[in-house]
């Protein structure tokens, strides 16, 4: 391995009725529009609401009412107008300081989707999935919410508790009770794995992310690892500044990183200009959970570094935003170009395939099942379903997989629990839920077939 410092400088950037007319509507002469003036409209409704409203009118209400809707009218669910809370709440997810349950969300088409939940967060450990529709807040819809309107439902103090519904794909729906945390300040980590390879995940892009790949980096150089395996997978993105400066570390200088094309056709290349390049064989891991800033630095190894993509395909997320702040604090954030990859394509809403496909065990996507619900003998839920597919998937094949509680489910119930050493009561809930999770978490860690092929790829090069 190249033995030199690797320096990283960055400027980080700033990169959530209809009415029912009755009886009579009275006839009134409007001030004549001004041509000329594209505002005269919205101007006119100011006054008139002002002066002939039935109630009095807030002049901040209306202003503050207006920039959302024409920011809404936009529909581009990755621009929307924050008022000072909301506002706050981005800044706080940027730096990466913030309580809450540890998700990235997008609005699509009036729905809540979540991209991907945050390592060692809440959502992760409930079991939230990319592409999960949040259907429901505290029984309270969010159908037609923006981004930052749902995000201030959903995030909340340490210890207290949130209720969500999604709805999942292939599944329907379900429901999570989640203790929202500190969600964690680190975006990187890594580990020596299998013969002498050193695997790096990236959590993020925030405003540490690079000076946290740089230490890494550094920590693996010193135990004289063979290769390099970067995780990219439930990456929801972040700044773009950071995912260049990360990419420019393994292109070769002069190759293309990045293209942003703005609407008037101009386009900013930007070139590696790095002088080190990591000299270590390198895979990329990647998945539906990839997204944003993670895309941009999986499609600069892969295509200017000839670095293999390893796992599913990504969530397809190609485009900018910016973050503008006002006076009092609030801000609009808003889509300032595509970025292209660096051979000029643009993958949103299509993702980026990888180079080797490959799928996790099923049992690694099924739902989560709540603790706090008890599940009897009798029962017939997609819960039921979902514990009998655990206690398939941890070798208890006598079970049947059927969502009914039936009498052959109670004994291999009892015997989970007796093998275990908890109470014997044939119910799932509390404590057997809770075991059942956590067994089933650390055989999906054992096996990780997406890790394991990045690391087959990566020793036919080494």
């Given at each position: ?368 099942i709540n603790p706090d619900n008890v599940l009897k003998q009798g029962d017939a839920t997609p819960e ?79």
């Amino acid at each position: 391995m190249n033995n030199s410092k690797i320096l990283i400088s960055i400027i980080v950037t700033a990169i959530i009725t209809a009415g029912i007319t009755y009886n009579v509507v009275q006839p009134k002469e409007v001030t004549l529009l001004k041509e000329d003036d594209p505002f005269s409209k919205l101007k006119s409704t100011y006054n008139l609401l002002q002066e002939n409203y039935y109630q009095d009118v807030e002049t901040e209400k209306l202003v503050e009412g207006a920039i959302k809707g024409m920011v809404e009218s936009l529909e581009d669910p990755y621009s929307v107008y924050m008022d000072i809370e909301e506002a706050k709440s981005f800044n706080e997810n940027i730096s990466s300081t913030f309580e809450g349950i540890g998700a990235e969300i997008q609005e699509n088409d009036g729905s809540i989707i979540i991209v991907s939940p945050i390592k060692g967060s809440p959502a992760e450990e409930v079991g939230l999935k990319p592409k999960d529709v949040i259907t429901k807040v505290d029984d309270k819809s969010v159908e037609g919410f923006s981004v930052t309107e749902a995000v201030m439902l959903i995030r909340g103090e340490k210890g207290s508790e949130v209720n969500l519904t999604v709805q999942r794909p292939g599944v329907g729906n379900l429901n999570f009770t989640i203790t929202r945390d500190t969600i964690p300040i680190e975006t990187v980590y890594s580990e020596v794995v299998e013969d002498n390879i050193g695997k790096i995940q990236i959590t993020k892009f925030s405003e540490s992310t690079s000076e946290e790949l740089a230490k890494a980096l550094s920590e693996l150089q010193d135990k004289n690892v063979k290769g390099l395996i970067i995780d990219l997978r439930q990456n929801p993105g972040g700044l773009m500044d950071q995912a260049i400066a990360m990419s420019d570390i393994f292109v070769e200088k002069g190759k293309n990183l990045l293209q942003v094309e703005y609407n008037n056709g101009n386009k900013d290349v930007y070139k590696a200009q790095n002088d080190v390049v990591i000299d270590l064989p390198i895979t990329v891991l990647i998945d539906g959970g990839t997204a944003s800033a993670g895309e941009i630095m999986a499609a600069a190894l892969n295509q200017s570094a000839g670095i293999p993509l390893v796992g599913e395909k990504t969530f397809g997320k190609g485009t900018v935003q910016s973050a503008e702040g006002f006076k009092d604090n609030s801000s609009v954030k808003y889509t300032t170009a595509k970025w292209l990859t660096p051979d000029g394509s643009w993958i949103h809403d299509k993702g980026i395939e990888p180079t080797v496909k490959v799928v996790l065990p099923e049992y690694a996507n099924l739902p989560y099942i709540n603790p706090d619900n008890v599940l009897k003998q009798g029962d017939a839920t997609p819960e039921v379903n979902a514990a009998q597919q655990m206690l398939k998937a941890l070798g208890y094949n006598d079970v049947s997989v059927n969502g009914f509680f039936d009498e052959k489910t109670l004994k291999v119930v009892q015997q989970f629990q007796k093998d275990q050493g908890l109470d014997v009561d044939g119910k799932i809930s509390e404590g057997t839920t809770i075991k059942l999770i956590e067994l089933l978490q650390t055989k999906i860690k054992e096996n990780d077939t997406q890790l394991d092929k990045a690391i087959k790829t990566l020793k036919k090069e080494l």
